[in-house]
Nanobody
Framework: VQLQASGGGLVQAGGSLRLSCAVS????????MYWYRQAPDKARELVAK???????DYGESVKGRFTISRDNLKNTMYLQMNSLKPEDTAVYYC??????????????WGQGTLVTVSS
């Protein structure tokens, strides 16, 4: 299984970025998908979650600014980030739950993409 995160970069405060996380190499079902982030010297935190059915949940610090979405046919998840703030600077990781008809389950992390917001 591979999770390829992309879309990070340098942006000015108030700007926007769109992250993508493409899942490949799995025969299982792609279930809940998550974006986490980790800023320097801080613990990793949950940014947003989306279920296979499209239900979403967000961390308090990004509500109203970030939008998580997914394309189940492409096994790809997105994070539209608007009104970015310097405190959004972090490495963003995608995380995915998988399941199989056998009952097996697995959780996997992507490699992370760096988002830097300048003031």
């Amino acid at each position: 299984v591979q999770l390829q995160a992309s879309g990070g970069g340098l942006v000015q405060a108030g700007g926007s970025l769109r992250l993508s996380c493409a899942v490949s190499g799995t025969s299982g079902s792609v279930d809940d998908m998550y974006w986490y982030r980790q800023a320097p010297d801080k613990a990793r935190e949950l940014v947003a979650k989306i279920t296979r059915g499209g239900a979403t949940d967000y961390g308090e610090s990004v509500k109203g600014r970030f939008t998580i979405s997914r394309d189940n046919l492409k096994n790809t998840m997105y994070l539209q980030m608007n009104s970015l703030k310097p405190e959004d600077t972090a490495v963003y990781y995608c995380n995915v739950d998988f399941s199989w008809r056998s009952g097996a389950r697995m959780n996997s992390w992507g490699q992370g993409t760096l988002v830097t917001v300048s003031s």
